[in-house]
């Protein structure tokens, strides 16, 4: 969802199927950085098979990688952005490092909460499942993750991510 809130607020291209992905690049406004912009079509726990490759073919450097992911352990509506770190528990972040090589890539970590279960198979159910938040809380965030997003592109762009 925030990744096609940035498409239509970046005015891309319509995205085109390649590296078993949806993918589109262009500036994020006249003059501005490029970008590409893809969301694998496979499995969440897979989407390094897609990223590694695209990255690859892009000639994209690792550190100018974001990673825009839901994140069961923060609370609804958190969002946070840093520069590598471990998976912590997540599987595609895992996947995306082993795509990548390495875990030296940013991410922007948007909080979905958790549900009251540690059973896999209601977690799985929650994470796959429909928001409990009203449209409005979770459009929010969407806009909020989507704005967080392209201010940490527009700070790599001008080189000032402080790494």
């Known amino acids: 969802m925030v990744a096609a809130a940035l498409a239509e607020r970046w005015d891309l291209p ?9 993918i589109t690049e262009g500036r994020i406004a006249p003059g501005g950085p490029r970008v590409v912009l893809m969301t694998p079509l496979t499995y969440m726990n897979e989407s390094g098979k897609s990223a590694g490759p695209a990255r690859g073919s892009k000639k994209i450097p690792l550190e100018k990688v974001i990673a825009v992911y839901d994140e069961i352990d923060l609370p609804f509506g958190e969002i946070r952005t840093r520069m590598g770190g471990g998976a912590a528990g997540h599987n595609g972040v895992k996947s995306l490092k082993q795509g990548f090589g390495s875990a030296d890539f940013w991410r922007v970590r948007i909080g979905v909460d958790r549900p009251d279960s540690t059973d896999p198979e209601r977690v799985a159910g929650y994470v796959l499942g429909k928001f409990s938040e009203s449209r409005e809380q979770v459009e929010e965030l969407i806009d909020d993750a989507a704005r967080e ?5 527009e700070r790599i762009a001008a080189g000032e991510t402080g790494e």
């Open 14 to 22: 319509r995205a085109k199927e390649k590296f078993n992905s949806r």
């Open 149 to 153: 997003t392209e201010r940490l592109v």
